[in-house]
Structures are given as C-alpha cells and as structure tokens.
C-alpha cells in the first residue's frame, strides 16, 4: 500500500479546473517515484506541467502551490524525499513503472505515463 502526493493550488480558483495535480508514489521499501505525464499533457496554460524536479520546485518556490497526501494533509519536498531514506534489508526496490520511465538530472525517477 503507498501513498499517493499531489501538487495542489493553496488558493483553488472559481472554475478549480486542474488546480490539483498527482506528482508522485511513496511505498515503504520503494523509492519515491515521480508522476512526469502532465509534463506531456497538452491540457492548456492553466494546467500545470510538472516532468523533473526543476519543474516542481518551480511551481512550489511560486508560492501559489503546495504538496499535499492522498488524505489532504499537506507535506513538504523534504519529507517526500527523505521517504528514500526507508530501505528494506538495507537496499531500496526497484521503482520501475514503465519502460517509459526517466530520470530528471538530479537523478529521481519519473515516468512518462500517469499512475497512482
């Protein structure tokens, strides 16, 4: 069982139309695998693309956006991050969503197509 994190807007809008996007899996054991697909989405300006760590931090520094859990509660890149730091046998498994995953240039992994 993992937990799910989203990328969501502190202040929702009128119309909330992508105001909350999912960015990443934490399973214990796992290491956090990032959710890069909005980053190829074509689903307008409005609608945030977030395909590396670069991007996230981006919209996280603007201020206007925050990272929440599947349950609402809000969390920092921090905490998401540190989750590596939970190891099985001293080894983390394998993150491996799709043959279409990558990794940003700061080595984290991320796939190409949505998962939750």
């Known amino acids: 069982m993992g937990t799910n994190i989203y990328l969501r807007r502190k202040e929702p809008r009128m119309v909330p139309e992508y105001d909350v996007v999912h960015v990443c899996k934490l399973s214990y ?3 956090a ?3 890069g697909s909005s ?5 307008g300006e409005r609608h945030p693309r977030v395909g590396s760590m670069d991007d996230l931090r981006g919209y996280l520094d603007s201020g206007e956006w925050e990272l929440v859990d599947e349950y609402g509660d809000a969390t920092t890149l921090e905490e998401v991050l540190a989750h590596d730091e939970v190891k ?3 080894q983390l498994w394998n993150t491996r ?3 279409d995953d990558y990794y940003d240039r700061e080595g984290h992994p991320w796939s190409r197509r949505g998962f939750s």
């Open 29 to 31: 054991g796992w290491r």
């Open 33 to 35: 695998h990032f959710d």
């Open 39 to 43: 980053a190829l989405e074509d689903w």
């Open 88 to 90: 099985r046998d001293g």
């Open 97 to 99: 969503v799709s043959l």
